[in-house]
């Protein structure tokens, strides 16, 4: 484990959550959307904040459905049978739950996908209709009384109050987090909020240098243009203070980390590593990583096969710099995330 790693090892992770996706009966008709991957292989790695925006601004259990309606820009929330609209009651509940979280020292969230309260994108926005659709209507009927079809430019308004207040902080929902490299993208970046947080409680030049380092490797995987503009800023000499400095390298390491890695770039990095432990290793060793590095980028192995190899290398020989690349670790092994991109 690398210094970082460790240094962050008894900082809790804390992340926000729909209630529903834990199994909490909070939706409009008593149910839930349990998430096993998040109650039950995740949970032990975090520690979950829930909130459901409809219940906790009010609205009770069971209630009446809702769904946005009018500007996708601008929606308003309005009940699908009485067309009472909770536009005014939901925005001032989100502001000030948003504002209580910052004290929660929060490392990302997972919303509800489809959610009018907590939908990150593509919820459903309905024209504006005199007469709303009754709940239990058919999507067809729902979509022609309320003025037409429904367009899938929405953002729920807890969720959309959300981002706004924290840009940087990883969020996803539920649903994308079923595909395999997007999962993997998700929990690799809110372990890595998790140490930059911890950064940023005492900001000095050195300690954000040896925190750069440690990540080279995983950002250089995501995004090399990143990589270059990374380093330049933390060499940079005099202008902000080292907070500002600091704020401003962590805004532009979880916008790097956000972009997706591919097998190309993960390429790049393993035969990266792979020149470090070069001159440790025998011609038939050499031979052996690169052809589970080729296997890799053939998609004959998992990442987690040509990482085994050269974490390997980098451990038996004592390769330092690569010693406390965060990218041979960046999230508990027990997850075996890698073992499926």
Not at 43 to 49: D, I, K, L, N, Q
Not at 150 to 178: D, K, M, N
């Amino acid at each position: 484990m690398s210094a970082t790693a460790t240094s962050n090892a008894a900082r809790p992770l804390r992340l926000g959550v729909s209630s529903c996706l834990l199994g909490a009966a909070v939706r409009y008709d008593g149910g839930n959307k349990r998430d096993r991957f998040l109650s039950d292989v995740l949970a032990p790695y975090v520690e979950w904040v829930p909130v459901c925006p409809e219940v906790e601004a009010g609205m009770g259990v069971p209630r009446e459905a809702v769904h946005l309606v009018g500007d996708p820009t601008a929606p308003r929330m309005i009940g699908t049978r009485t067309g009472r609209d909770h536009t005014v009651a939901m925005r001032r509940f989100a502001a000030a739950r948003v504002r209580a979280l910052a004290a929660l020292d929060l490392c990302g969230y997972v919303f509800k996908k489809d959610s009018p309260s907590c939908g990150l994108e593509r919820v459903r926005v309905y024209a504006a209709s005199g007469t709303p659709p009754p709940s239990g209507a058919s999507r067809r009927t729902r979509a022609s009384q309320a003025g037409g079809a429904p367009t899938r430019r929405g953002r729920g308004l807890f969720a959309a109050a959300f981002t706004a207040a924290y840009p940087s902080i990883p969020v996803e929902e539920e649903g994308r987090l079923q595909d395999p490299l997007l999962r993997e993208n998700f929990i690799e970046r809110i372990f890595c909020y998790r140490r930059l947080r911890s950064l940023l409680v005492r900001p000095t030049r050195g300690a954000l240098v040896a925190f750069h380092t440690a990540h080279e490797c995983l950002i250089l995987a995501h995004s090399p243009r990143a990589y270059a503009a990374l380093g330049r800023l933390v060499t940079a000499r005099g202008g902000a203070r080292p907070a500002a400095h600091a704020r401003r390298y962590g805004d532009g390491l979880m916008a790097a980390l956000a972009v997706p890695a591919t097998v190309t770039k993960h390429v790049n990095v393993l035969q990266h590593i792979a020149g470090f432990c070069r001159a440790h290793l025998s011609s038939g060793e050499r031979r052996e990583l690169a052809t589970v590095i080729d296997d890799y980028r053939r998609g004959i192995v998992p990442l987690v096969v040509p990482i085994r190899l050269v974490r390997h290398h980098v451990e038996r020989h004592d390769v330092a710099y690569m010693k406390m690349q965060v990218y041979l670790n960046p999230h508990p092994k027990e997850l075996m995330l890698r073992n499926h991109v």
